[in-house]
């Protein structure tokens, strides 16, 4: 029988050949030869004002909740659909997190639902472009500049995807990325902070390294390096650089596959969406698609669950995500609000993630068989 996991890292052939370049230079802790590369390559390719490679993306948001002074008695708004580290960066600095619904059409958040969730200890608003799919950054942006909040993009799935021609992870006042094994771009574990507003970038290069302005000190601008402010060793090795710079030389290999495969399931399921037992993913016209992600929304969660049982005795794998934050064990014990979010708790529910990843193409015959005898069956 045929097996096709969730999900598949891919290696682009150059991986080990950089990480031996980068043993061979003698440095490979932080901040080497392959990070330096990593950055630039993400100045060129989209023009962001300034990058730093973190450990992972958790590690990114939180010297975001850092740069951004949060303390207890803030609020920051957070989709509840959204994965844990969204809402736990923020909660390590004491902030009270508020909860705001999906769409109802995109698991993304309701930007309709954000201005009456704001008040005078508003400090952030977290957007999470779930599936590479952007939210509506020119209602966000004018939401925060009108009430004076930051905006905080949690790009964790959405590398190379755009929103009106502008990357994703560019335009709120910082942006982060993930490069966990299941991201398109992957090093493992990995993470990048963009900075996109001038007064977080000295500071941002201090927390990076240790709380130090040893980056000043490199450039020559102070005659010794000294413990300036708070941080943590938030850089990678360089040999994760390595790894992940290999992983950037094949983006548009990567992209093309990615989006090949998540075309192909549009189109083969298209017809059964007709029938009403699921809705396939929506795609705004302000949006780009990256092919981070292919899910399908069933409209009963029974029929959900017979589908992945169906398809694992096929030999696929398909999963659910996340749990609505609002609900989880930690809210409830330690935050007695109540929120009604009755999209995210949909998705909770309903929504189901199909196999994608590089080299799927080369099963596209018997998949599409497996998957369309499964949905007629259902």
């Known amino acids: 029988m045929m097996k096709i996991p969730f999900n598949k890292p891919f290696l682009s052939g150059k991986e080990l050949h950089f990480i031996e370049d980068a043993i061979q230079t003698g440095h490979i ?6 990070t330096k590369k990593c950055h630039q390559f993400f100045t060129d ?12 993306c958790t590690d990114a948001l939180e010297m975001c909740a850092l740069l951004l002074n949060i303390k207890p008695g803030d609020e920051v708004i957070v989709p509840s659909y959204t994965f844990v580290s969204t809402a736990l960066a923020f909660v390590r600095q004491g ?12 698991p993304g958040l309701n930007e309709s639902k954000l201005e009456q ?4 200890r508003t400090k952030a608003i977290i957007v999470v472009h779930y599936a590479g799919v952007a939210c509506d950054m020119d209602a966000i942006m004018q939401l925060a500049d009108k009430h004076g909040v930051f905006v905080v993009e949690d790009a964790a799935q959405a590398i190379d995807s755009y929103y009106k021609g502008h990357p994703l992870g560019g335009i709120g006042h910082l942006g982060t990325f993930s490069f966990h094994e299941t991201k398109n771009i992957q090093s493992g574990e990995g993470g990048l902070l963009i900075i996109n507003d001038n007064q977080f970038i000295e500071r941002a290069e201090i927390l990076w390294e240790k709380g130090t302005n040893r980056a000043a000190f490199f450039r020559g601008m102070v005659d010794k390096y000294r413990w300036v402010d708070v941080g943590s060793s938030f850089l990678p090795s360089d040999l994760t650089a390595a790894y992940l710079f290999a992983q950037l030389n094949a983006l548009e290999k990567i992209q093309q596959s990615r989006l090949t ?13 007709q029938k009403g037992l699921f809705s396939l993913p929506f795609i705004p016209d302000y949006a780009t698609n990256n092919g ?13 669950t017979l589908c992945i049982h169906h398809l694992k005795e096929k030999g696929i794998l398909s999963v659910f995500h996340y749990l609505s934050l609002h609900k989880s064990p930690f809210h409830t014990t330690t935050d007695k609000t109540i929120y009604e979010c009755l999209n995210a708790d949909r998705y909770s529910e309903s929504l189901l993630r199909l196999p994608l990843y590089v080299g799927l193409e080369d ?3 018997e998949l599409n068989q497996q998957l369309f005898s499964t949905m007629q069956d259902l």
Do not use: C
Not at 262 to 272: A, R
């Open 292 to 304: 981070h992600m292919f899910y399908l929304v069933f409209s009963d969660p029974m029929v959900r």
């Open 363 to 365: 099963h596209f015959e």
């Open 29 to 34: 802790s932080g901040n080497g030869a392959f």
């Open 95 to 106: 902030a009270k997190i508020v909860y705001v619904d999906s769409r109802e059409d995109h």
């Open 261 to 273: 495969i998540w075309e192909n399931y549009f189109s083969l399921l298209k017809p059964l969406e």
């Open 117 to 120: 969730l704001i008040t005078p």
């Open 45 to 56: 390719q989209y023009g962001f004002k300034k990058v730093l490679l973190t450990t992972s």
